[in-house]
């Protein structure tokens, strides 16, 4: 059975104005419990920020989180795939990147998110399965 990423992606639909402060965006994501937030340009995906944006680029330096802007930190572009790609091929293209966060996209439209906990999460409930299978086989 193949998974593809609309199997195991996360509805998330929620994205932010570059020129959010990144204490707003704090402030959402903890409220979210999501370690990042999508920016959007002309209502597109455009960037993102994850924790590790704020603590690089804001709280290592000592900057105020009130004044630095989303757009300022943001990486860009956010890698994306499609509903209909192979989990194996999207496990692939993260490890690779070296990101662990991945955005879904339908007619160039956020659908979804993709995090690496995601895809540990299906690593595990493959191998539940495939346990169950080696001890049929076992009782034999």
Do not use: C
């Amino acid at each position: 059975m193949v998974l593809y990423a609309k199997d195991i992606m996360k509805d998330y639909k929620l994205m932010l104005n570059g020129d959010t402060t990144a204490l707003e965006a704090a402030k959402i994501m903890s409220q979210d419990h999501t370690g990042f937030v999508i920016v959007q340009k002309d209502g597109n995906p455009y960037g993102i920020v994850t924790e590790w944006d704020f603590i690089n680029k804001i709280v290592a330096p000592g900057k105020d989180p009130a004044q630095v802007r989303l757009h300022e930190i943001m990486t860009t572009p956010i890698l994306s795939v499609s509903p209909k790609t192979p989990t194996d091929q999207l496990t692939v293209m993260m490890s690779k990147q070296g990101v662990r966060r991945v955005i879904v996209l339908e007619n160039n439209k956020l659908i979804g998110v993709i995090t690496s906990r995601d895809v540990l999460r299906i690593f595990k409930d493959y191998m539940d399965n495939l346990s169950d299978v080696i001890a049929r086989f076992g009782n034999f």
